[in-house]
């Protein structure tokens, strides 16, 4: 719906080290980032430093822009626009700010400020994952047409956010998180600590009894067999992110009935937490009579694999009549989900996102008025 859209909502994504100014228009960026260092360990620099990049990037737009939109860590109070609380990269934000009556104040602007997950998922539902995979349900023939999307970002914690029917899911208090569910094979331990950077390389340096200081992607090349080390734990590694991670898909799938895209740094090793991971979402639990139950109700499919789409897009129908007439109506009682990998990259799906999400405010807004 917005790809096409004229507007200019000016951008920001919000590091601890650095800030990255721009713009788009048509889910597009329309200038060349402008990059400047954070100074997040100084208030009146750090809001100093966004004040020179937002100018910057206005004084090279063609036309005024509609709004401001960007992703800021939290906690957070996202629809008031104030940050506060424990920000470990930011620590001049713990007293709270109202960084978004500031910007809207100094710019006459709207100013919109949610969190990374909201708007990853956000853009991957307007212009990523759940368009492209409409559009390729539609061209095999298949008949149904999805709306519900779990966006997970990948990477020093385990970023959630939700779209139902296209439209994005903030809940009441800006708050809906996985990340602090219940690890099921940490017990006592919140699932973040088996689904995050930090995961990988302890399960990685138990595993080996390595005690360097390793990156995901150096333990990467190891299992690739591209660097020294032990290949067969570092595959393991991952696949200890992929179970953990499954089991906290599971929960969420399980109460939203959605499809899942996911993205961040960490993809770039799906090789090796993909199986584990589906394996988790495919696998059953037990009744007290010793039946089998699925942990996801749904039929999950690897919607990156070809023959795997094409069933998850067909589907399974057949002719059911109509009681006491010659008629014969189309039913399809195969349950289906299924999980990709973000084509667009973390980084501008949240662009997108910030995009899409500011200027559906704005038509909302619009739209009460009249």
Same mark, same amino acid.
């Given at each position: 719906?917005?790809?096409?859209?004229?507007?200019?909502?000016?951008?920001?994504?919000?590091?601890?080290?650095?800030?990255?100014?721009?713009?788009?228009?048509?889910?597009?960026?329309?200038?060349?980032?402008?990059?400047?260092?954070?100074?997040?360990?100084?208030?009146?620099?750090?809001?100093?430093?966004?004040?020179?990049?937002?100018?910057?990037?206005?004084?090279?737009?063609?036309?005024?822009?509609?709004?401001?939109?960007?992703?800021?860590?939290?906690?957070?109070?996202?629809?008031?626009?104030?940050?506060?609380?424990?920000?470990?990269? %930011?620590?001049? %934000?713990?007293?709270?700010?109202?960084?978004?009556?500031?910007?809207?104040?100094?710019?006459?602007?709207?100013?919109?400020?949610?969190?990374?997950?909201?708007?990853?998922?956000?853009?991957?539902?307007?212009?990523?994952?759940?368009?492209?995979?409409?559009?390729?349900?539609?061209?095999?023939?298949?008949?149904?047409?999805?709306?519900?999307?779990?966006?997970?970002?990948?990477?020093?914690?385990?970023?959630?956010?939700?779209?139902?029917?296209?439209?994005?899911?903030?809940?009441?208090?800006?708050?809906?998180?996985?990340?602090?569910?219940?690890?099921?094979?940490?017990?006592?331990?919140?699932?973040?600590?088996?689904?995050?950077?930090?995961?990988?390389?302890?399960?990685?340096?138990?595993?080996?009894?390595?005690?360097?200081?390793?990156?995901?992607?150096?333990?990467?090349?190891?299992?690739?067999?591209?660097?020294?080390?032990?290949?067969?734990?570092?595959?393991?590694?991952?696949?200890?992110?992929?179970?953990?991670?499954?089991?906290? %898909?599971?929960?969420?799938?399980?109460?939203?009935?959605?499809?899942?895209?996911?993205?961040?740094?960490?993809?770039?090793?799906?090789?090796?937490?993909?199986?584990?991971?589906?394996?988790?979402?495919?696998?059953?639990?037990?009744?007290?009579?010793?039946?089998?139950?699925?942990?996801?109700?749904?039929?999950?499919?690897?919607?990156?694999?070809?023959?795997?789409?094409?069933?998850?897009?067909?589907?399974?129908?057949?002719?059911?009549?109509?009681?006491?007439?010659?008629?014969?109506?189309?039913?399809?009682?195969?349950?289906?989900?299924?999980?990709?990998?973000?084509?667009?990259?973390?980084?501008?799906?949240?662009?997108?996102?910030?995009?899409?999400?500011?200027?559906?405010?704005?038509?909302?807004?619009?739209?009460?008025?009249?």
């Amino acid at each position: 719906m917005y790809q096409h859209d004229n507007r200019i909502v000016v951008t920001l994504d919000a590091g601890g080290t650095n800030f990255v100014f721009s713009a788009m228009r048509g889910c597009e960026f329309i200038i060349d980032p402008i990059t400047y260092p954070s100074n997040s360990h100084d208030l009146d620099q750090c809001l100093a430093t966004m004040v020179k990049g937002f100018d910057e990037v206005i004084a090279q737009l063609p036309e005024a822009p509609v709004a401001i939109s960007f992703a800021f860590p939290g906690p957070a109070d996202y629809r008031a626009g104030i940050i506060g609380g424990y920000l470990p990269n %930011f620590p001049s %934000f713990r007293d709270g700010v109202a960084l978004g009556p500031f910007l809207s104040e100094h710019y006459n602007l709207p100013v919109y400020i949610n969190n990374d997950g909201d708007l990853f998922a956000c853009g991957e539902a307007a212009a990523g994952a759940l368009p492209e995979i409409n559009r390729h349900v539609a061209e095999a023939g298949g008949t149904r047409k999805y709306g519900n999307l779990l966006g997970y970002t990948f990477g020093t914690g385990l970023g959630i956010g939700s779209v139902i029917d296209g439209k994005p899911n903030l809940g009441n208090n800006a708050c809906i998180e996985t990340y602090c569910l219940y690890n099921r094979y940490m017990p006592g331990i919140i699932a973040e600590e088996g689904s995050s950077i930090r995961a990988i390389k302890r399960a990685y340096a138990e595993l080996s009894g390595c005690t360097d200081d390793l990156t995901p992607y150096d333990i990467f090349l190891i299992a690739e067999g591209k660097r020294e080390g032990n290949p067969e734990a570092a595959k393991e590694a991952f696949a200890r992110f992929g179970r953990a991670t499954g089991d906290a %898909f599971a929960a969420a799938i399980t109460l939203t009935d959605s499809l899942v895209v996911v993205g961040g740094g960490l993809t770039g090793a799906m090789k090796y937490i993909k199986p584990a991971l589906l394996g988790e979402l495919r696998s059953t639990l037990k009744t007290m009579t010793g039946e089998d139950v699925n942990r996801v109700q749904p039929k999950v499919y690897d919607l990156d694999d070809e023959a795997e789409f094409n069933e998850f897009a067909t589907g399974a129908p057949v002719m059911i009549p109509v009681y006491g007439t010659s008629r014969m109506v189309p039913y399809d009682n195969v349950k289906r989900t299924g999980l990709i990998v973000s084509k667009l990259g973390a980084s501008k799906a949240i662009s997108i996102g910030a995009y899409v999400y500011a200027l559906q405010s704005i038509d909302a807004a619009e739209a009460a008025e009249e």
